[in-house]
T-cell receptor, first 114, second 114 residues
Framework: AQSVTQLDSHVSVSEGTPVLLRCNYS??????LFWYVQHPNKGLQLLLK??????LVKGINGFEAEFKKSETSFHLTKPSAHMSDAAEYFC????????????FGRGTSLIVHP | NAGVTQTPKFQVLKTGQSMTLQCAQD?????MSWYRQDPGMGLRLIHY???????DQGEVPNGYNVSRSTTEDFPLRLLSAAPSQTSVYFC?????????????FGSGTQLSVL
C-alpha cells in the first residue's frame, strides 16, 4: 500500500536562508507525488506535483522538489525563505495500487524567523 | 467561479446531536472527498465518491455517513456527535474520477463537540 512519511514535524529557518522539507514515500507502482501548503486558518493549496515527467519539478512561490526513485524521496526546497512561507506543508502520494486515492503525510510546520 | 464551497465555517454541537456539513462544487468534478484534520495527524480520509450515486469509505469512516445524489453536492452527516469528532473538516474535489489530478479544497469547517 502507498504511504508517505514526512521526516520533520517542525522546521525552523531564518528569513533568507534555504528551506528543506523532507518527504519519503512508499509505492509499488509509479507514484504521483504532490506538495500542498496550508497557511494559518486557510484551506490547502497545491504547490507542485510530479507525475512521471521531469524529475525536478518547479512549483509556485519559488519552491521546487526532486523525485529520487532510488531514495524514494520527494524533498521540497526553496533557496531563500520569506516570512510569508510560514505555513504547514503536506506531502501526498497516490498510485494505482491505492486506486489513486491520495494519502497525506502528517505535515511539516515551517517557522520562519526574521 | 466559486470552486468548492463548505458550510458552515464553524459549528458547536453537544454530544449526541446530529448535523450535516455541506459541500458543493461548481467545476463538474467527478471525485469528491471528505477529510478531517487533527494536530500532528495530517489529513485523514473519511469518505469519498468517484461519481454521482457512488460512495466509499476512507481511513476513518466510523460515525459519518455520506451520499452523492448529484455531481455538485457531497454532504457529510454526523449521526450522533462525539467529542472525538472535534476537528477541522475539509471537502476536496478533483476532475474526471480518481486520478493523479490535484485536489481542490474548500476552506474548512471547524467543529467542536462538547
Amino acid at each position: 500500500a502507498q504511504s508517505v512519511t514526512q521526516l520533520d514535524s517542525h522546521v525552523s529557518v531564518s528569513e533568507g536562508t534555504p528551506v528543506l522539507l523532507r518527504c519519503n514515500y512508499s509505492s509499488s507502482y509509479s507514484p504521483s507525488l504532490f506538495w500542498y501548503v496550508q497557511h494559518p486558518n486557510k484551506g490547502l493549496q497545491l504547490l507542485l506535483k510530479y507525475t512521471s515527467a521531469a524529475t525536478l519539478v518547479k512549483g509556485i512561490n519559488g519552491f521546487e522538489a526532486e523525485f529520487k526513485k532510488s531514495e524514494t524521496s520527494f524533498h521540497l526546497t526553496k533557496p531563500s525563505a520569506h516570512m510569508s512561507d510560514a505555513a504547514e506543508y503536506f506531502c501526498v502520494v497516490s498510485d494505482l495500487g491505492g486506486s489513486y486515492i491520495p494519502t497525506f503525510g502528517r505535515g511539516t510546520s515551517l517557522i520562519v524567523h526574521p | 467561479n466559486a470552486g468548492v464551497t463548505q458550510t458552515p465555517k464553524f459549528q458547536v454541537l453537544k454530544t449526541g446531536q446530529s448535523m450535516t456539513l455541506q459541500c458543493a462544487q461548481d467545476m463538474n468534478h467527478e471525485y469528491m472527498s471528505w477529510y478531517r484534520q487533527d494536530p500532528g495527524m495530517g489529513l485523514r480520509l473519511i469518505h469519498y465518491s468517484v461519481g454521482a450515486g457512488i460512495t466509499d469509505q476512507g481511513e476513518v469512516p466510523n460515525g459519518y455517513n455520506v451520499s452523492r445524489s448529484t455531481t455538485e453536492d457531497f454532504p457529510l452527516r454526523l449521526l450522533s456527535a462525539a467529542p472525538s469528532q472535534t476537528s477541522v473538516y475539509f471537502c476536496a474535489s478533483s476532475p474526471a474520477g480518481v486520478s493523479n489530478e490535484k485536489l481542490f479544497f474548500g476552506s474548512g469547517t471547524q467543529l467542536s463537540v462538547l
